[in-house]
Each structure stands twice: as structure tokens, then as C-alpha cells.
């Protein structure tokens, strides 16, 4: 059984920056890849990075291409979103997800709100 726990979210103001954290815990650090998600309310659920492990480099929505950064630092078991030059269309509820194969999330955390402010 794996767990996955968000961390990091808050309010903030337009142009600002916070970092997500995503602790991965229950066997082992075991998976095909890693993803953030979010949902903003009334919408469906986007995906917004990701990473395989097997990959020379991680994924990108367009929409926030250039400012955000997923990494993982794996002696602390954990997966990071860095949000910088952020905007109210951030806002939302964000989710980490271990990808098991392709497209196939299996663990999902459960979810820290990241509000911007306008």
C-alpha cells in the first residue's frame, strides 16, 4: 500500500511562488512516474506535470509550461511542484498522483488548495 500526502498550499498573491510537496510513503518509492493534478471548482481535473522515471525530462501542461517544476528528491521519499509567477487560473485544489504505467494513476493524495489571489 503506497500513500501520498500533499503539503505547501495556501493563499497567495498574484506573481508570487509556492512550493507543493508530495511525501510518498507505505513499501517503497516504486512507480513508473509522477504527476500533479488539479481541479479548480466546475472543472474536471487537468493534468499539470509529470514525470517518468525513465524520461530524460518531466511534462508539462501549456498552461503553466515556463513556470512551474516538478522534481522529486528520492532519499526523502518526496515529489515537489514549484509554482512560480503564479495566477488566480492556478487556483485550485492540487493532486498528486503515482503513475503506475501509462496513464494509469493508482494512489492519489489528498489534495492541498493553492488560492491566488488577484
Known amino acids: 500500500q503506497v500513500q501520498l500526502v500533499e503539503s505547501g498550499g495556501g493563499l497567495v498573491q498574484a506573481g508570487g511562488s509556492l512550493r507543493l510537496a508530495c511525501a510518498v510513503s507505505?513499501?517503497?518509492?516504486?512507480?513508473?512516474?509522477m504527476a500533479w493534478f488539479r481541479q479548480a471548482p466546475g472543472k474536471e481535473r487537468e493534468f499539470v506535470a509529470g514525470f517518468r522515471w525513465s524520461a530524460t525530462n518531466p511534462n508539462y501542461a501549456d498552461s503553466v509550461k515556463g513556470r512551474f517544476t516538478i522534481s522529486s528528491d528520492n532519499a526523502k521519499n518526496t515529489v515537489y511542484l514549484q509554482m512560480n509567477s503564479l495566477k488566480p487560473e492556478d487556483t485550485a485544489v492540487y493532486y498528486c498522483a503515482k503513475e503506475r504505467g501509462v496513464g494509469r494513476y493508482d494512489y492519489w493524495g489528498q489534495g492541498t488548495q493553492v488560492t491566488v489571489s488577484s
Open positions: 507505505g513499501r517503497t518509492f516504486s512507480s513508473y512516474g
